[in-house]
């Protein structure tokens, strides 16, 4: 689907109000609801999984909708959860995304709900984002009557490099409500990045794609001393490093970035001895799935061809990553109104430039327009310029933001059921 001509929500979607009360007692009722948001959060931070399979985290969500009217069931490549919320009368299927896994790395916080897994560390907010899905399913059961359509709650496993979303929409995500497929989708993500409370969204490229590779130069052995002899892929992968960096600052519209790094480079054992191949490992980033595409193939051709030049052969292998996130622009700018009517014109901002890191909601933006937004959550005595950041072990995000993230869940998928 070209998400940039794909149907959109539009600002005027958010001048509606949520069942007639409008979007400050959602704020209010999240504010109220507070304690069991933190309760979950901690709960899920201290017994941090990661990867694909997260049983205890599962546990822990399908106790937490239990009392809910919400139809359940799990994953079984992976274990997700999908809820499924039904209104009181027909209407569109929205969905709101929380991701469940941890990272492999150790706390050094000294929270007291620090991890309680050594090598497994809630440290980029999965656990929020469960916690305040499961606020705003409360808040959005809680007024059922209003909503016309259906909220399905997509609880993902596998979200750091394990495509946990590509998994479930092949088990039919999209497809939960069969007679209303999802048509419009939200996600959050808790950063340190952004002032605690606000809400950062932007319209088209959000993050990046991540592709990664291997270019592996195959020559042949020999000793050091007469290298006629042999056929060293040494220098020819020195050259290869080189030629992509040139590739990319001559090929590449600047307006529609690239980068392209090779973070390992590996070959030969001792200082005699001309190694038979050389290996290296990159990885590239893009903002569109033209460049994606282009830069691609181009570091597969020059990679072969300058080996070629040297009567050696370089061997491509593409391990694929996440696509680039797109927002479609309607649904941002509902976004940023919402968040605006929500928390006040200073706690809504639109994003200067994209994230280069990547997420796997693109798979489901790929498919129905839809937004993620990040939520700031920079611990109030510390600037966000230089606050430990997602991925670090010593990142703490800013419990007072959860709040304003489960309303803002609850507001785009209230919005989209107004009827
Ligand atoms: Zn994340």
Do not use: W
């Not at 490099?161 to 989708?185: N, Q, W, Y």
């Not at 693109?362 to 606050?387: H, R």
């Amino acid at each position: 689907m070209d998400m940039n001509s794909a149907p959109s929500q539009g600002p005027a979607a958010s001048s509606r109000v949520v069942g007639g009360e409008g979007v400050l007692p959602l704020l209010a009722a999240a504010r109220a609801d507070a304690d069991r948001t933190v309760d979950l959060r901690r709960r899920l931070h201290r017994q941090p999984e990661v990867g694909l399979q997260l049983p205890a985290t599962q546990a822990m969500v399908l106790a937490a909708l239990g009392d809910l009217p919400i139809e359940l069931t799990t994953g079984t490549s992976t274990s997700s959860v999908v809820g499924v919320l039904r209104g009181a009368r027909p209407g569109p299927t929205y969905l709101l995304r929380g991701d469940m896994d941890a990272l492999p790395l150790t706390e050094t916080t000294g929270l007291p709900f620090a991890s309680e897994v050594p090598g497994a560390m809630h440290a980029c907010g999965h656990d929020t984002h469960v916690a305040m899905l499961a606020g705003a399913a409360r808040l959005l059961a809680a007024r059922r009557d209003t909503l016309a359509g259906q909220v399905v709650f997509m609880f993902q496993p596998g979200e750091e490099g394990h495509h946990g979303a590509r998994f479930m929409l092949e088990e039919g995500l999209l497809d939960v409500v069969p007679d209303a497929p999802v048509s419009g989708a939200f996600a959050l993500h808790i950063s340190t990045v952004f002032p605690t409370g606000t809400i950062n969204v932007r319209a088209g490229a959000m993050m990046a794609s991540a592709d990664q590779f291997r270019i592996i130069v195959h020559g042949r052995g020999g000793h050091a001393s007469t290298p006629h002899l042999a056929a060293d892929p040494v220098p020819v992968a020195a050259e290869i490093v080189l030629a992509l960096q040139a590739m990319v600052t001559r090929r590449v519209d600047v307006f529609d970035p690239a980068v392209v790094t090779i973070g390992h480079l590996e070959a030969g054992t001792k200082d005699n001895i001309i190694p038979p191949s050389a290996v290296m490992d990159g990885t590239i980033r893009t903002l569109s799935p033209e460049r994606r595409a282009d830069v691609l193939a181009s570091v597969q051709r020059v990679a072969e061809h300058v080996a070629a030049a040297h009567d050696l052969r370089a061997e491509f292998v593409r391990v694929e990553g996440y696509p680039v996130t797109v927002n479609d622009a309607g649904v941002a700018a509902q976004v940023t109104e919402a968040a605006a009517q929500l928390l006040g014109e200073q706690a809504s901002a639109v994003m200067a430039a994209p994230l280069m890191g990547a997420e796997d909601f693109s798979y489901v933006l790929e498919q129905v327009p839809g937004a993620m937004a990040f939520l700031g959550a920079c611990p109030p005595e510390l600037d966000p310029a230089t606050a430990p950041g997602n991925h670090s072990d010593l990142v703490v995000f800013d419990e007072d933001a959860l709040p304003a993230g489960v309303a803002m869940y609850a507001v785009m998928a209230a919005q989209a059921l107004a009827g």
